[in-house]
């Protein structure tokens, strides 16, 4: 059973930096398809980042090209998305989600069949 947990949100000021964690337990494999999405209030949730469970990222979504950056640390299991220079729209409640693949690629959410509980991400200005 895949169980993954969200860390490190929090609130910053326009143009600052926060670093997500997401702790992966159970087996999730190489070819297994992991992702970032996030959701605002009133908004639909939306596609982040994408990646191989234990390889490079696949996408990025426009809004956040640049700025932010998916990354793992397989020894710890774990996945990360560094934020830099943060916006006002960048504030949400992050999620990692996972699913077993093989299409990587996919921003649909109902691809995703494990969820974090999310994280909340408030940027003021």
């Known amino acids: 059973q895949v169980q993954l947990v969200e860390s490190g949100g929090g609130s910053v000021q326009v143009g600052g930096a926060l670093r997500l964690s997401c702790a992966v337990s159970?087996?999730?494999?190489?070819?297994?398809?992991v992702a970032w999405f996030r959701q605002a209030p009133g908004k639909e949730r939306e596609a982040v980042a994408g990646?191989?469970?234990?390889?490079?990222?696949?996408y990025y979504a426009d809004s956040v090209k640049g700025r932010f950056t998916l990354s793992h640390d397989n020894a710890k299991n774990a996945m990360y998305l560094v934020m830099n220079n943060l916006k006002p729209e960048d504030t949400a409640t992050y999620y990692c989600?996972?699913?077993?693949?093989?299409?990587?690629?996919?921003?649909?959410?109902?691809?995703?069949?494990?969820w974090g509980q999310g994280t909340q991400v408030t940027v003021s200005s």
């Open positions: 989600a996972a699913h077993p693949g093989p299409d990587c690629n996919t921003r649909k959410q109902s691809d995703y069949i494990h």
């Open positions: 159970g087996y999730i494999g190489n070819r297994k398809c």
């Open positions: 990646a191989y469970a234990r390889g490079a990222a696949t």
